[in-house]
Antibody
């Protein structure tokens, strides 16, 4: 059974750096074709893809946010970490961690999401 | 970058058929996936690879993809189908992007 869970701060101040951790079980990020992605959703708005990391450590970033994002993995801990610098109130959103099937190209499993509010 | 266009809203009476479109340049050459998101919940995959259903998804959910439009069709709509629906595409040359979402209202 595949599960993913996001953890991190619920409140950050403007200009601070956000660090979110995805802890997963039921799969290995060293298995060919496996990826873990981050997607966010501002309140009342659409899903926005942020970043992906693949089993071979290839990393992909949203072009509009690339300069602010870093995604890393710790295969031994079954964790993926996303950092986003220079947070702004417009970054207030629910952040989801997802299991991504590279060969099929879909997000098969999602975490419950974590709401991050950016406010002074 | 590649853009996916969905209608903001679709309304349908119970028992009728809902069709939600996802437009994109030559989208028929890509794999399209559909997600259902109910309020306060994470999205759930309901159709993948244009027209396949994950286990546990009712046969009422189907999909098609051709030319510049992919379509999610929900037959015999029920009140419980009321949700936001998102399309997502994949091909080997692009990142996995989402459409803007469609709110399905069951009248």
């Amino acid at each position: 059974q595949i599960t993913l869970k996001e953890s991190g701060p619920t409140l950050v101040k403007p200009t601070q750096t956000l660090t979110l951790t995805c802890t997963f079980s039921g799969f290995s990020l060293s298995t060919s074709g496996v990826g873990v992605g981050w997607i966010r959703q501002p309140p009342g708005k659409a899903l926005e893809w942020l970043a992906l990391i693949y089993w071979d450590d290839d990393k992909r970033y949203s072009p509009s946010l690339k300069s602010r994002l870093t995604i890393t993995k710790d295969t031994s801990k079954n964790q993926v970490v996303l950092t986003m610098t220079n947070m702004d109130p417009v970054d207030t959103a629910t952040y989801y961690c997802t299991y991504y099937d590279f060969w099929s190209g879909y997000y098969g499993y999602w975490g419950q999401g974590t709401l991050v509010t950016v406010s002074s | 970058s590649y853009v996916l266009t969905q209608p903001p809203s679709v309304s349908v009476a119970p028992g009728q058929t809902a069709r939600i479109t996802c437009g994109g340049n030559n989208i028929g050459s890509k794999s399209v996936h559909w997600y259902q998101q109910k309020p306060g919940q994470a999205p759930v995959l309901v159709v993948y690879d244009d027209s396949d259903r994950p286990s546990g998804i009712p046969e009422r959910f189907s999909g098609s993809n051709s030319g510049n439009t992919a379509t999610l069709t929900i037959s015999r709509v029920e009140a419980g189908d009321e949700a936001d629906y998102y399309c997502q595409v994949w091909d080997s040359s692009s990142d996995p992007l989402f459409g803007g979402g469609t709110k399905l209202t069951v009248l």
